[in-house]
């Protein structure tokens, strides 16, 4: 079987598990990977100019949706792993179903090869895929995680070295990418890769509030001291350096930023120019998230008012500050699964008394069982919320109790078990001058999104 058919054909079969609930039993980026390693390598050939990886722990399928949108406003063609449905598949999955679309035509070949992948993943795709440029974002600790920092810094290393022709556009103010391509202080290859740092100058945020955990403290790599921060713009991300001589290295893409609940301005100074961005998101980690997209579509040569354009037209990555609009009232989904996006995600409530909340905490695989994370979390943004809090799903309780010792009047929380219910209620009660917000983990996004279509 040629490869357009394989594609085609899998991806039914996939389509027809999938509408009668039993997708599970076809999981297949285990197949490919293990009985079809030659399809994988051809997946390759489906770009024209370039294949790019984005790695990070968080707002890599943010990213690699901006991105999206510059390339398509740009003109390009492209096949990616990430798109705006809420529904969320395993990377290959998610490519040979688009790519099925495609092959039915003869049209796989494409102008670019997109993929956002995990510390993780990343090693696997690029033993088979020789990808063109590796955006590194950041690198935090996530619930589910069973390994330290530098294990996944390490994972990503064995990437590198897999592929070390490739050109790193690396957030350089993210630590625990410094001399990413260097393993025991020798480098990867005999010449150094072609990197390009990215990073911000200056962050200016609305409420001026520390974005550092209590708990939050990260060792120099090198020396094992307490890393030294001039400036620390989110959680252990900002410039930093140390009496050793590990610091912050030179940026070739310079950012300043002006953040704002619901959208920021970024002055991003590159090449002796200075070019003006107005991001339709809102929060520092969304700042980062945008900055990484520029970077890349700065390096692949894509002119300014092309990106500025894509953000202007930008539609939300549902479940990532995506809002839907009924009866004239705007309910916005954010997505939470660690400390990190859910102290970001708070921000937003932080002087705001026109919002009623649902929060909705499982404990599902893919949200981790151990929900004592929540406790990381800074619900400083709460300290003063006077309005009504819904608390729903199989671990609210937990919810319940970590906003009780936020500081938040325990009267305002409702509780409920069912989801729908959770949503109907806080709907039906919001005021004419009042919007929604769902704070969810992300086994529930699917269903969050299905009682909003109804």
């Not at 390759?44 to 294949?51: F, M, P």
């Amino acid at each position: 079987m040629n490869f357009n058919k394989t594609i085609v054909f899998t991806a039914k079969i996939y389509k027809l598990l999938e509408k009668f609930k039993k997708d599970d039993i076809l999981p297949l980026d285990t197949i490919v990977d293990s009985c079809f390693p030659e399809l994988l390598a051809k997946l390759q050939s489906c770009a024209r100019n370039a294949k790019i990886a984005l790695c990070s722990t968080n707002g890599k399928r943010t990213t690699a949706h901006l991105l999206n949108h510059i390339l398509e406003e740009n003109g390009n063609s492209f096949v990616s792993n990430v798109s705006s449905n809420a529904k969320k598949y395993p990377p290959i999955t998610a490519i040979m179903l688009k790519l099925a679309q495609y092959c039915e035509n003869a049209d796989y070949l494409k102008d670019y090869f997109l993929m956002a992948l995990d510390e993780f993943e990343l090693a696997g795709y690029f033993n088979s895929i020789k990808f063109d440029y590796l955006l590194l974002g950041n690198l935090f600790n996530d619930q589910k995680d069973f390994c330290s920092l530098e294990e996944k810094r390490k994972k990503i290393q064995d990437a590198i070295i897999l592929n070390s022709d490739c050109t790193l556009i690396i957030n350089a103010d993210e630590p625990m990418f410094y001399h990413i391509d260097e393993v025991n202080k020798e480098l990867i290859t005999p010449q150094k890769m072609n990197k390009v740092f990215y990073g911000f100058t200056k962050i200016d945020v609305q409420d001026n509030e520390s974005f550092v955990q209590k708990n939050d403290i990260l060792m120099c790599p090198v020396c094992s001291c307490k890393l030294d921060y001039k400036k620390r713009f989110y959680s252990h991300i900002g410039q930093y350096d140390c009496a050793c001589g590990f610091r912050q290295p030179e940026l070739d893409i310079k950012a300043e930023a002006k953040i704002f609940s619901d959208y920021s301005f970024l002055n991003v100074y590159y090449k002796k120019n200075k070019y003006v961005f107005k991001v339709p998101l809102g929060g520092v980690y969304n700042a980062y998230n945008a900055l990484g997209a520029i970077a890349t579509a700065l390096t692949l040569g894509i002119e300014r008012k092309v990106i500025a354009s894509a953000f202007e037209n930008y539609e939300q990555l549902r479940g990532r500050d995506g809002i839907i609009k009924y009866k004239y009232k705007d309910i916005k989904v954010k997505e939470i699964k660690n400390p990190v996006s859910l102290s970001e995600s708070l921000r937003e409530l932080l002087g705001n008394k026109n919002i009623k909340v649902v929060f909705a905490l499982n404990d599902d695989m893919i949200d981790g069982d151990d929900t004592s994370w929540i406790w990381d979390s800074n619900f400083n943004s709460m300290k003063n919320f006077e309005n009504r809090i819904y608390i729903c799903s199989n671990r609210n309780d937990d919810m319940a109790l970590r906003i009780k010792y936020s500081g938040v009047n325990p009267t305002l929380i409702s509780m409920d078990t069912s989801l729908k219910d959770a949503i109907k209620c806080c709907f039906y009660e919001l005021e004419d001058n009042e919007r929604m917000i769902i704070f969810v983990t992300p086994s529930l996004v699917d269903e969050v999104y299905r009682i909003l279509d109804k």
